[in-house]
């Protein structure tokens, strides 16, 4: 089982950026599937989810209307569209599979950074 989060890199503010995160050893249509985000020092929090019965999303207040999750189930993939990056949106992101009340898989992380 395996998540591989790409797409990251420098942006300047207002810019967009597609995260994409890439599962093998399992079907992302049939998990909960989230992205997270860690900034230096702080603690790592919660950015948007998509459900894996329904599609239904959720999203962060901060992120809400810049940012939207998909799924591509032909490609096993999840994806994060980000616009209007802020300074703020700097962070490593993570992807997350959820299933049930114990199962989940985390990626290693791609780092954001938007600066001018």
């Known amino acids: 089982v395996q998540l591989v989060e790409s797409g990251g890199g420098l942006v300047q503010p207002g810019g967009s950026l597609r995260l994409s995160c890439a599962a093998s050893g399992f079907t992302v249509s049939s998990y909960d599937m989230s992205w997270y985000r860690q900034a230096p020092g702080k603690e790592r929090g919660f950015v948007a989810s998509i459900t894996a019965v329904g599609l239904n999303t959720n999203y962060a207040g901060t992120v809400k209307g810049r940012f939207t999750i998909s799924r591509d189930n032909a490609k096993n993939t999840v994806y994060l569209h980000m616009n209007g990056l802020k300074p703020e949106d700097t962070a490593v992101y993570y992807c997350?599979?959820?299933?049930?009340?114990?199962?989940?898989?985390w990626g290693q992380g791609t780092q954001v950074t938007v600066s001018s």
């Open positions: 997350k599979a959820r299933r049930g009340i114990s199962t989940n898989y």
